[in-house]
């Protein structure tokens, strides 16, 4: 399931499929197994609202939680640029020697956060995510040199903006681990199915214009195939674009 929901264009197709099938047993089949009789077809279309009415309440939620996590991710990146650029300023406070480590380490650093961002296939995310723990762990050694080569309050701004920038991307791969839970899909889509069962079980619609039955199906499959696009960091068409890393890695002349 959970892969399932990273490919937003195969989810809308699998989704189409079974919503509409659903539509089709209700109308097709349970109608005419047990037809609704008229005094009965007021309660039914109540409980028929109610449950569409849950379904609207459940994606717009669903949607709430998917832009919310995007715009997380949105914000992180720009945070993740503001730190990387702060603490390539601050290399100046430290030696020559060490500031001109900490800067080359610092533009290395930031092509593999680049490529983060703009990575797909899980081999090239493993590969990034390693040289990445590499990079940190030799800038971290810069400035822990440099702080205890020269301990004062000036070479501790260096240290702190590089503990800025190792957590900054801490949270930012944090935030594209945070995803809608499975249950949470679960249950939207059996509801869903749910829905479409019984908007085919209590149509009218004469068999020549079933297609009008198709509605329900394909805006609920629409609906969630955008919720799964925005939840999806790398599998959808919607994706956290580094602008602000792009744009300081033009203003750092790489």
Known sequence: ????????????????????????????????????????????????????????????????????????RKNLEEE????????????DLMDPEGGDKARKLLARYLEQRIRYYRAHGEADLQEINSATAQLEDEMWKVVRDAALKTPNPVTALAVGGMNDVINSQGYAEAAWRNRIPVAAWGLMI??????????????????????????????VALSLALIADVDSPRGGLIRVAPQNLLSLQDSLGR
Do not use: K
């Open 1 to 72: 399931m959970s892969q399932l929901l990273r490919h937003p264009a195969i989810l809308f197709v699998l989704l189409l499929v079974l919503l509409a099938s659903a539509t089709a047993a209700g109308s097709l089949v349970l109608r005419r197994i047990r037809p609704i009789a008229d005094e009965g077809r007021e309660d039914f279309a109540i409980v028929q609202g109610a449950t569409l009415t849950l379904l609207a309440l459940l994606i717009g939620f669903t949607l709430s939680m998917a832009v919310g996590r995007y715009d997380q």
């Open 80 to 91: 993740e640029a503001n730190a990387i650029g702060t603490e390539y300023l601050r290399a």
């Open 190 to 219: 059996a509801i869903a199915l749910l829905s479409s069962v019984m908007q085919g079980y209590g149509a009218r619609t004469a068999p020549a214009r079933i297609g009008l039955l198709l509605i329900l199906p394909l805006t």
